[in-house]
């Protein structure tokens, strides 16, 4: 597609066994289209193959599809709808990935992967006999015994995430998919054969209008910023800035015990820095399972952070070199620098939205059903814009939901009650299924049993001192319906309790379940198998 008149409906006649397509451009495919389509509805069922090349006689319909953004919600939809045979077009205006990977989730976790290197040596070289020799500080000083070049790991993190993003553009382009860059924006309302408008602009000005059989709008967000704290990109940051830093901050004020507050405060504390954590709520993280926050905060002060809880910012200005950081009750604090970490605002202004039918909440977010459709026809939404679960897994299943739910082929609604996700601190915090706060609100019946790490020998092994195992299950039927870990690698081990939650497996079938001896996910093994005792002594 070249062109605004190349996007016209197109008739391809299939040669000896689909090796040569000869293409013809005209009205002859809408006749076709409209009456295999008419014959449908006739019929009482969707139109053949929605998405799929719809046939008359010799001749096919491609199914035209237009994505708005390229993150993980947008790459995801376009090798689905690639791969179904519509004619597929990205727009994007930084990169295929989109913010998940150039800015915010892929640089996050792998400056995280060097800050947990040095947390865990830091917390266990002693206790696991290893000597560092020649360089190793008095026992009256306080100096670290390994140290970090920031300037050298943020390199490394730009590095790794534009290979990420150039990799994804090449599994777009290979399936079929055409990628422009600009940004793209709804014409009006849906034109009377079904279709859609979306003009794009480029960077230098010109525009392009596509037409779209649908349209999935996946345009991400973007850092939140407190009026009286703007930032700079040198002193005052938000979670994007941080990457251009190249000496390590000597005293870091975040404000924001969110998941993305946390994990930054985590990751600078364990790289070196002096870390002060404001948080406006009681505790830090405190939409996660209570236990295991109150796991983290103690880690968090134990290592050295200050965590001020119930002091909101109000402002953040430099000082010459200095930041100074005002709470509401008058209190100022000092640093050398402040990361912003107040939450995200949808990419949804600026869209047409409202002009093409699109409901947008007060918030900016786009409303969307369990099956990513809006409220408009034809108009589809995934991933942050939508403001469900801020998860890349979520927003990629929201987007292959939508291009299966459109093109006519079998999708599962979304179920976010079997959506696992992770806060990447040191431990890790990992969840699926329903929560505590679900069980303590009477949401749901359910037994609980938690195990603390410190009992599994594997744990001992590796100087592991702190975490835990927590399952949750039905009464009646030990049907497991949710789970948290609080664990090194918390990532990895809420994948079992995530699969027992998606296929309602029982206590008892996790407990039979052979584990390695001795390993971490043989506490998954013991909580369930408690649970199933408390089963049985329950029916007894």
């Known amino acids: 597609m070249r062109g605004a008149a190349r996007h016209e409906p197109r008739v391809e006649i299939a040669g000896v066994r689909g090796v040569e397509r000869h293409v013809v451009e005209g009205t002859a495919v809408n006749t076709c289209a409209s009456r295999v389509t008419e014959a449908a509805r006739i019929r009482g069922r969707r139109p053949p193959g929605r998405g799929h090349l719809e046939a008359c006689g010799t001749m096919e319909y491609v199914t035209r599809i237009v994505i708005i953004g390229g993150g993980p919600g947008g790459y995801e939809a376009a090798l689905v709808a690639a791969q179904l045979g519509a004619e597929v077009t990205v727009v994007d205006c930084d990169g295929l990935g989109g913010a998940s990977v150039l800015t915010d989730c892929v640089p996050s976790k792998t400056l995280i992967a060097t800050a947990e290197v040095m947390t865990t040596f830091d917390s266990s070289y002693q206790e696991l006999g290893i000597i560092v020799a020649d360089d190793t500080p008095p026992a009256e000083q306080s100096a670290r015994v390994v140290g970090v070049d920031l300037g050298k790991v943020n390199r490394r993190v730009k590095r790794l995430a534009l290979a990420q993003s150039h990799d994804i553009?090449?599994?777009?382009?290979?399936?079929g998919a055409r990628v422009l860059r600009g940004r793209g924006r709804l014409e009006g309302m849906q034109s009377l054969?079904?279709?859609?408008?979306?003009?794009?602009?480029?960077?230098?000005?010109?525009?392009?209008?596509?037409?779209?059989?649908?349209?999935?709008?996946?345009?991400?967000g973007h850092p939140r910023e407190l009026p009286d704290a703007q930032p700079d990109g040198e002193r005052i940051l938000n979670w994007t800035q941080v990457y251009d830093l190249d000496e390590l901050p000597e005293e870091l004020i975040v404000v924001g015990s969110g998941v993305t507050g946390a994990e930054f405060a985590g990751a600078y504390q364990a790289l070196g820095s002096r870390v002060t954590l404001v948080s406006s709520r009681d505790r830090v993280l405190p939409g996660e399972d209570?236990?295991?926050?109150?796991?983290?905060?103690?880690?968090?002060?134990?290592?050295?952070?200050?965590?001020?809880?119930?002091?909101?910012?109000?402002?953040?200005?430099?000082?010459?070199?200095?930041?100074?950081?005002?709470?509401s009750d008058g209190r100022v604090i000092s640093g050398s620098h402040c990361l912003m970490a107040v939450g995200a605002i949808p990419n949804s202004s600026g869209m047409g939205l409202e002009e093409a039918g699109v409901k947008v909440r007060d918030s900016g977010h786009i409303w969307t059903d369990k099956v990513s459709r809006t409220t408009a026809p034809g108009v589809y939404a995934a991933g942050d814009v939508t403001g469900i679960?801020?998860?890349?897994?979520?927003?990629?299943?929201?987007?292959?939901?939508?291009?299966?739910?459109?093109?006519?082929?079998?999708?599962?609604?979304?179920?976010l009650k079997t959506v696992s996700s992770n806060v990447f601190t040191d431990p890790e915090i990992a969840t699926v299924g329903y929560s505590q706060?679900?069980?303590?609100?009477?949401?749901?019946?359910?037994?609980?049993?938690?195990?603390?790490?410190?009992?599994?020998?594997?744990?001992?092994?590796q100087g592991i001192?702190?975490?835990?195992?927590?399952?949750?299950?039905?009464?009646?039927?030990?049907?497991?319906?949710?789970?948290?870990?609080?664990?090194?690698?918390?990532?990895?081990?809420?994948?079992?309790?995530?699969?027992?939650?998606?296929?309602?497996?029982?206590?008892?079938?996790?407990a039979n379940a052979f584990t390695v001896y001795p390993s971490l996910s043989g506490s998954i093994a013991e909580v369930a198998r408690q649970l199933h005792t408390r089963k049985l002594t329950d029916e007894g």
């Open 169 to 175: 553009t090449a599994s777009v382009t290979r399936a």
């Open 193 to 220: 054969d079904g279709s859609r408008k979306v003009v794009v602009r480029a960077a230098d000005g010109t525009e392009e209008t596509l037409v779209a059989d649908a349209v999935l709008i996946a345009t991400g």
């Open 290 to 327: 209570p236990d295991a926050a109150a796991v983290l905060e103690d880690v968090f002060r134990r290592r050295g952070m200050n965590v001020m809880a119930r002091s909101r910012a109000e402002s953040a200005k430099r000082v010459g070199d200095r930041v100074e950081v005002t709470l």
């Open 389 to 415: 679960f801020a998860l890349a897994s979520v927003a990629a299943m929201q987007g292959r939901i939508a291009m299966y739910h459109f093109l006519g082929d079998s999708v599962t609604p979304l179920n």
């Open 437 to 461: 706060a679900d069980v303590d609100a009477g949401k749901i019946d359910a037994r609980v049993v938690k195990l603390p790490l410190l009992r599994n020998p594997r744990a001992k092994m």
């Open 465 to 510: 001192r702190d975490g835990f195992v927590k399952i949750f299950c039905r009464p009646g039927t030990g049907i497991v319906v949710g789970g948290v870990v609080v664990a090194p690698r918390a990532s990895e081990l809420i994948h079992p309790i995530s699969i027992a939650v998606d296929n309602n497996l029982t206590v008892e079938q996790i």
